[in-house]
């Protein structure tokens, strides 16, 4: 158990709809990212936040979006959804802002997301 | 184009026998480097870090090389066991951004 959890363990909804997913980082670990993975891509990036604010961004599509709350959690909202947005989405967190630092992250057991 | 690379066929060895996976990349610069392993539905989870200044770094079975020249890391279980069968994620970060880039793993089997 990495301590990292996410709600919900799975999701089907239609196209066109919007969902939230939610993360809960460490105890302690003020990083918060979000990655994509499906099949044919592999595990990609989409944003990080740091103690609140945005950090870094990857290749998060406009219909996504996210935020880190001052409890520290994160919700990571899509929206207009299709098809191809099906996938694994996971949460991972990290002690440091991980610039200039080795940041070793935890990763969440993963929201399944189907889109019908 | 930044590029990571990991053989996407399998590796299929023996238990006992030591399992040698590679990563390669172009056009990148990491400070570091790390392995996690993943197994089917679930999160990875973290291996070993290597940084840009050491040549190898140990933990138990494990054996994680880095060569900056070759832009290669490689990654070895020794007496490799049936339960060491998962995929197997390498991942670069520059240090000067915080985010990871991963590769598309190997995905290692080892039999009886």
């Known amino acids: 158990d990495s301590g990292v959890t996410q709600t919900p363990k799975h999701l089907i909804t239609a196209t066109g709809q919007r969902v939230t997913l939610r993360c809960s980082p460490r105890?302690?670990?003020?990083?918060v990212y979000w990655y994509q993975q499906s099949l044919d891509q592999g595990l990609q990036f989409l944003i990080q936040?740091?103690?609140?604010?945005?950090?870094a961004k990857g290749n998060i599509l406009e219909r996504f979006s996210a935020q880190q709350f001052p409890d520290l959690h994160s919700e990571l909202n899509l929206s207009s959804l299709e098809l191809g947005d099906s996938a694994l989405y996971f949460c991972?967190?990290?002690?440091?802002?991980?610039?200039?630092?080795?940041?070793?992250?935890?990763f969440g057991p993963g929201t399944r997301l189907t889109v019908l | 184009s930044q590029k990571i690379e990991q053989n996407s066929e399998a590796l299929n060895i023996q238990e006992g026998k030591t399992a040698t996976l590679t990563c390669n990349y172009t056009?990148?610069?990491?400070?570091?480097l790390q392995w996690y392993r993943q197994d089917p539905g679930r999160g990875p989870v973290f291996l070993l870090l290597?940084?840009?200044?050491?040549k190898e770094k140990r933990k138990e079975r494990l054996k994680v090389t880095f060569d900056t020249t070759l832009k290669q890391s490689l990654f070895h279980i020794t007496a490799s066991q049936p339960a060491d069968s998962a995929t197997y994620l390498c991942?670069?970060?520059?240090?000067?951004?915080?985010?990871?880039?991963f590769g598309t793993g190997t995905r290692l089997q080892v039999t009886l």
């Open positions: 991942a670069l970060g520059t240090g000067t951004a915080s985010k990871l880039t």
């Open positions: 936040y740091y103690n609140g604010e945005e950090r």
């Open positions: 991972a967190s990290s002690a440091t802002a991980g610039t200039g630092y080795a940041n070793e992250q935890f």
């Open positions: 105890s302690g670990d003020l990083s």
């Open positions: 290597i940084r840009e200044n050491e």
């Open positions: 056009n990148y610069s990491p400070a570091y």
